[in-house]
């Protein structure tokens, strides 16, 4: 059984910074790309980041970069997401979902497995 565990979520001040994890487990992810979406209150849920789990090719949304940075640990199976810098408009449940290759990353529909999601609440 795949599962996809987040955690490191919580409250933190405006300008400060939150490590998000991912464990993994259930499959090998080989092939796989690995992405962190957000949901905003009362928004849609919305791409962040991706990176590759073989080649750790990375991307991600244009409200982040330079800020947050993803990377994976394929010893530990985890994936993570280094936030810096953070804004108030970075307030949402973070989730981890992982997608077979080849796949249009932006588009949560076409994820396989999903986490259950860790909530980021930055004040201002």
């Not at 405006?14 to 499959?27: D, E, H, I, T, Y």
């Not at 993803?70 to 810098?85: E, Q, W, Y």
């Not at 973070?94 to 588009?107: E, G, I, L, S, W």
Request: hydrophobic share 35%; proline share 3%.
């Amino acid at each position: 059984q795949v599962q996809l565990v987040e955690s490191g979520g919580g409250l933190v001040q405006a300008g400060g910074s939150l490590r998000l994890s991912c464990a993994a487990s259930g499959r090998t992810f080989s092939g796989y790309l690995m992405s962190w979406f957000r949901q905003p209150p009362g928004k849609d849920r919305e791409f962040v980041a991706y990176i590759t789990w073989g080649g750790g090719s990375t991307d991600y949304a244009d409200s982040v970069k330079g800020r947050f940075t993803i990377s994976r640990d394929v010893g530990k199976n985890t994936v993570n997401l280094s936030m810096n810098s953070l804004k108030p408009e970075d307030t949402a449940v973070y989730y981890c979902a992982a997608a077979r290759v080849p796949v249009m990353f932006t588009a949560h529909n076409q994820y396989d497995y999903w986490g259950q999601g860790t909530q980021v609440t930055v004040s201002s």
